[in-house]
């Protein structure tokens, strides 16, 4: 970007607001540059929010020109909600999210692009649109931005708690509790950089987390329950159940395939054998999401089913149950 000196006209803008302009990038992107400091104003770094006075010099290291690496790709998406502003998605169970080492096609993103394309610098560049995340074994609602400002709103609502997020998930046995918070900090396994663990707040970068579990049905060797998210580190539910000793069914990582109780008899051990052996994740899907419209501010809310091998578990269980 050549030095461009402000005139009447951009005086009180915003150095992010005006690189943005004048490059033809978003502004999410533009913060991005001047967080970098390949922004100066009169000579030095600037700030993303300094207001820029008649007179001053801009100057701005360009981005690349080169296409953006995630590449549009036409894979149906369950929409449960589109505006100009938001995207709400029924992700299945074994899409990932976001391009990734070793998934760099048929991620939620590609999907996401495929059908809405002008998404591209929308929060991160690999990423965008996207507000938060699902594993990729987990199904349900995520939302996505469409514009700068969604995006921000979002993000905000994410991280005041004041988005909610509720999941679904089968656990092995039942806990000695109706309802109770999980208040443990989650950060890399010490042993193994692909898990996570509880671990003390700030050890080894780990982080607060906090979980709301509600024990909703009774299932015979399993629980049905509620979990909500009031904070989002990777894995936390699936840490979490874990870590109070009943992990949801299903989940190959922090599973560890406990074993059906004896007593059911061949018969009914073996149809719920088959049920969990059915399952193509683990039991927890995302079926609720609570915001507020991040331009008009209304309230929002959203809810989708588990999906059918997880609902066939279910039904076995309440069958078996009987």
């Given at each position: 970007m050549p030095d461009f000196v402000i005139g009447e006209l951009d005086a009180d803008t915003r150095t992010d607001v005006?690189?943005?302009?004048?490059?033809?990038?978003?502004?999410?992107?533009?913060?991005?540059?001047?967080?970098?400091?390949?922004?100066?104003?009169?000579?030095?770094?600037?700030?993303?929010?300094?207001?820029?006075?008649?007179?001053?010099?801009?100057?701005?290291?360009?981005?690349?020109?080169?296409?953006?690496?995630?590449?549009?790709?036409?894979i149906q998406l369950?929409?449960?909600?589109?505006?100009?502003?938001?995207?709400?998605?029924?992700?299945?169970s074994g899409?990932?999210?976001?391009?990734?080492?070793?998934?760099?096609?048929g991620t939620l993103v590609n999907a996401v692009l495929g059908h809405a394309g002008d998404l591209e610098g929308v929060g991160d560049e690999t990423r965008p649109g996207i507000v938060h995340r699902l594993d990729r074994d987990t199904s349900g609602l995520i939302a996505v931005a469409k514009s700068d400002d969604a995006h921000r709103a979002l993000q905000a609502q994410i991280r005041s708690r004041s988005a909610r997020r509720d999941y679904l998930a089968v656990l092995w046995g039942r806990p000695p509790f109706t309802t109770a918070t999980v208040d443990a900090a989650i950060g890399r396994h010490p042993g193994d950089r692909k898990r996570m663990s509880v671990l003390p707040d700030g050890t080894?970068?780990?982080r607060p987390a906090i979980t709301q579990i509600t024990v909703a049905e009774d299932l015979g060797p399993f629980c049905l329950a509620h979990a909500r998210l009031l904070t989002g580190r990777t894995h936390q539910i699936r840490v979490h159940c874990a870590y109070i000793g009943h992990p949801v069914v299903g989940d190959p990582v922090y599973g560890r395939a406990p074993r059906l109780p004896d007593g059911l008899g061949p018969s009914r051990g073996r149809r719920l054998a088959e049920a969990v052996a059915g399952l193509q994740g683990q039991a927890l899907h995302a079926w609720r999401l609570a915001i507020s419209h991040p331009r008009t501010g209304e309230p929002l809310q959203f809810e989708a089913g588990p999906p059918p091998d997880m609902q066939k578990?279910?039904?076995v269980l309440r069958a078996e149950r009987t």
């Open positions: 005006l690189v943005a302009r004048v490059l033809g990038i978003s502004r999410s992107r533009a913060a991005r540059l001047v967080a970098q400091g390949k922004v100066q104003v009169n000579g030095r770094p600037a700030k993303p929010g300094t207001q820029l006075r008649c007179g001053d010099t801009v100057s701005a290291d360009a981005p690349s020109k080169t296409p953006a690496s995630v590449a549009a790709e036409p369950d929409i449960i909600y589109e505006d100009d502003d938001l995207l709400v998605v029924n992700k299945p899409m990932v999210v976001h391009p990734a080492p070793g998934h760099h096609t080894r970068g780990s578990l279910i039904d």
